[in-house]
Nanobody
Framework: QVQLVESGGGSVQAGGSLRLSCKASVDNYRRYSMGWFRQAPGAEREGVAAIYTGDGSTYYTDSVKGRFTISQDNAKNTLSLQMNSLKPEDTAMYYC????????????????????WGQGTQVTVSS
């Protein structure tokens, strides 16, 4: 049974920072594609960033490049998302997702490619 548990959400002012974490209860963590997605009210779920745990390859959506950093701690099966210079448009529910295989190219941002999902953590950025 795969479980993903997010933490670290909250409310900050624009320009502030937050760090999200996702603890993954999986076997063979080094063979997973791990992603962060977000969904604002009335909007579709959007891929924010992803990482392949096997070699650390990372992917980002354009709107967060240079501001967000995805990272992993393979020893602790933990995925993180450091979010700096936050903007009001970053406000959303953030979800951790996992796929038991490598996801190649732009497919990383497709929610349907991921098998397992966390319960989500809310991020609110005020102007």
């Amino acid at each position: 049974q795969v479980q993903l548990v997010e933490s670290g959400g909250g409310s900050v002012q624009a320009g502030g920072s937050l760090r999200l974490s996702c603890k993954a209860s999986v076997d063979n963590y080094r063979r997973y594609s791990m992603g962060w997605f977000r969904q604002a009210p009335g909007a579709e779920r959007e891929g924010v960033a992803a990482i392949y745990t096997g070699d650390g390859s990372t992917y980002y959506t354009d709107s967060v490049k240079g501001r967000f950093t995805i990272s992993q701690d393979n020893a602790k099966n933990t995925l993180s998302l450091q979010m700096n210079s936050l903007k009001p448009e970053d406000t959303a529910m953030y979800y951790c997702a996992a796929a038991p295989a490598r996801i190649y190219g732009s497919l990383w941002s497709w929610a349907t490619m991921y098998t397992y999902w966390g319960q989500g953590t809310q991020v609110t950025v005020s102007s």
